[in-house]
């Protein structure tokens, strides 16, 4: 079983592209984000509706919510394969998980998609000019580090954690920061899944020698 099913499973259970972000992404309030998906590449043409991140900052109902991850899912990074529209997006999930505003269904599942985009891989290389798409995304992540770092301190529940965990150790260079963050979650007796999401993580950046790089083959 991958990570995200096992992960997507218990959730149930429970009841810029720097430069040309601003052209795809309008912030007018926390609670009312746009991205114009008819300006990005999405899988197969798909394109969400444009107020679908307003889910995640106004609903408590777990089935809209995930409706709403579904959608964005296909959209940009189904199966960990990332799209265009994956650039905006990123920067808007952390906008949202940095504001404090999101309902507590909303974060769960705004934080798995970006723990997915943390783990992704480009999908059309040949059509993002050679560039690495997926690095570039987790270029946006890394470039609000100290924001995300300062978000987890305010944290208490086990699934938003370990998303927590991953996101941080897939894209940090700075190997003390990231171990000084991860060790005083140990300290405080985390749970089970944030327990066991530092170890596979410190296993992870072991084997990769650091934060993940496009091209790195998991199964070497």
Not at 67 to 74: G, L, N, T
Request: aromatic share 8%; proline share 3%; with cysteine.
């Amino acid at each position: 079983m991958s990570i995200y099913v096992l992960r997507a499973s218990m959730i149930l259970r429970d009841g810029s592209s720097r430069g040309g972000l601003s052209q795809t992404l309008e912030v007018i309030g926390v609670s009312e984000m746009r991205l114009d998906w008819d300006s990005v590449r999405t899988r197969d043409g798909v394109k969400p509706d444009a107020a679908v991140l307003d889910v995640f900052v106004t609903s408590e109902d777990i089935d809209t919510v995930y409706d709403a991850y579904c959608s964005i899912e296909y959209a940009a990074f189904y199966n960990r394969d990332l799209e265009e529209a994956a650039l905006p997006l990123t920067s808007a999930l952390i906008e949202m998980v940095c504001s404090g505003h999101c309902t507590h269904w909303g974060l769960t599942m705004v934080t798995d998609a970006l723990y997915e985009i943390s783990l992704g891989q480009t999908m059309r290389e040949a059509e993002t000019d050679g560039t690495s798409l997926a690095d570039r995304c987790r270029d946006i992540i890394r470039d609000n580090l100290p924001r995300l770092y300062q978000t987890a301190q305010t944290i208490t529940d086990d699934h938003i954690l370990a998303s927590f965990v991953t996101i941080t150790g897939m894209t940090d260079p700075d190997e003390n920061r990231w171990n000084t963050f991860t060790q005083k979650l140990l300290d405080h007796n985390p749970e089970v899944l944030t327990a066991d999401e530092v170890k596979d993580t410190r296993d992870w950046r072991t084997k990769i020698g650091g934060p993940l790089y496009e091209g790195f083959d998991w199964w070497k």
